[in-house]
């Protein structure tokens, strides 16, 4: 859906087996359009978004990767934070709630949405979730 509304943004993908993944499918698909929404947004319009998924031990993995100024450290700590939105003169689409939602997803999940963000290697969020639902999970018996 996203490369149909950026035809010219190259999306590229590798995704693991993923048959043992109990998880809301819907809300994964919705944590990951978010994600690459936000690469598109605001990386680097000459280089590729970069998504990987799969399993690493007994964990669910997937991660959203781009080219471009890396994120400051001062705004790391509010990215997730509802109608979070960088600061710049320029005007902006959206209400600044992706990163929130998808942070929300993820803590759904009983996982967590982190970001990694450098001049040489670009922006990289990473969704990382047990494979099975702990009792620590609110909605494992929903999964």
Request: some cysteine.
């Amino acid at each position: 859906e996203i490369q149909r509304v950026h035809p010219s943004r190259l999306i590229r993908s590798n995704i693991g087996a993923l048959e043992l993944i109990r998880c809301d499918h819907e809300r994964i698909a919705q944590l990951l359009s978010n994600l690459v929404s936000n690469a598109i947004t605001h990386g680097a319009s000459d280089s590729s978004v970069e998504v990987a998924a799969g399993v690493l031990g007994d964990r669910f993995v997937l991660s959203v990767a781009n080219q471009g100024e890396p994120i400051p450290e001062s705004m790391r700590s509010q990215l997730f934070l509802p109608y979070s939105r960088p600061i710049t003169n320029e005007p902006q689409a959206g209400l600044g709630l992706g990163l929130y939602i998808a942070s929300e997803i993820a803590q759904a999940h009983g996982g967590t949405l982190d970001v990694c963000s450098t001049q040489e290697g670009g922006t990289v969020f990473t969704f990382s979730m047990p494979l099975k639902p702990s009792s620590t999970c609110p909605h494992a018996e929903d999964l």
